[in-house]
């Protein structure tokens, strides 16, 4: 059986946890820092088996050389030498075995141009499984620091195709924040406000937020909403319409949630 379950790090981030109950071993994505990831295995008498990385940030690559140093841990990674100890460098389309589930590379560039995703399919007894990194965010998505907002609409709507039951597995506890600016933008949205009610209830006993399913994020994200009426209205109604193309209205978007 395989269990699913965040480790926290610095102030907000997610590494999460990867369980092969049957056997104790274990994988990890993006580990910032190392100290929790060592302490959970030792706690737990874990086996690290391998190491997923989304993208090249500090806090989701900074525990990999100690976690090398302590553990036979096999790292697999995107394209990018910046990166130091990858042992297997993935591009989309590429395939990986984790646990004895299947999972596919997406490249999803904009927050980073290196940025990847790493997505399982699932079957009858597994949902969908979509490890994101910073690329898309419960109730939102990352800031562009090195791509465009045509680049990063088009990663959003890459992972947006996918299944409505995909678990969404992202990498900071933004949740709460999020919502505040997609009620902004969307204040009738009702999904929305009782998802702002659930998101408040689980934050004021410091439970996470996430995995949320695709399928809300379609129904309650600003950033996947970008062809609704609603959100084009408040655009022009706030004076930050841009244009009529879905990633003209992402780009508004985008610019609004900086300075919010």
Wanted: aromatic residues 8%.
């Amino acid at each position: 059986m395989l269990t699913i379950e965040p480790i926290r790090a610095f102030s907000d981030n997610y590494i999460w946890l990867l369980t092969d109950t049957a056997n104790n071993h274990c994988f990890v994505v993006d580990p910032g820092d190392a100290e929790p990831v060592l302490e959970v295995l030792a706690e737990r008498q874990l086996t690290l088996a391998g190491i997923l990385v989304t993208h090249h940030h500090f806090d989701h690559v900074g525990g990999l050389p100690l976690l090398r140093e302590h553990t036979s841990a096999v790292v697999y990674g995107p394209h990018n030498p910046a990166i130091e100890g990858v042992d297997h460098r993935l591009a989309e389309g590429d395939t990986l075995t984790v646990l004895g589930l299947e999972f596919s590379v997406l490249a999803v560039p904009g927050h980073t141009m290196d940025h990847i995703a790493y997505y399982c399919a699932g079957d009858s007894e597994q949902p969908p499984l979509l490890f994101c990194g910073d690329t898309l965010f419960a109730g939102g998505c990352g800031r562009m620091f090195e791509g465009t907002a045509p680049v990063l609409h088009g990663s959003l709507a890459k992972l947006a195709a996918l299944p409505g039951s995909t678990r969404v597995y992202c990498a900071h506890e933004y949740t709460q924040a999020n919502l505040r600016f997609a009620r902004a933008v969307e204040p009738d949205n009702e999904a929305l406000a009782e998802r702002a009610r659930e998101v408040a209830a689980l934050r004021a006993t410091d439970d996470p937020t996430v995995p949320s399913e695709l399928a809300q994020e379609r129904a309650t994200n600003p950033f996947l909403r970008c062809a609704e009426p609603a959100v084009a209205a408040t655009l022009h109604s706030q004076g930050k319409w841009q244009g009529e193309k879905p990633e003209e209205v992402f780009a508004a978007l985008r610019t609004w949630k900086d300075s919010f």
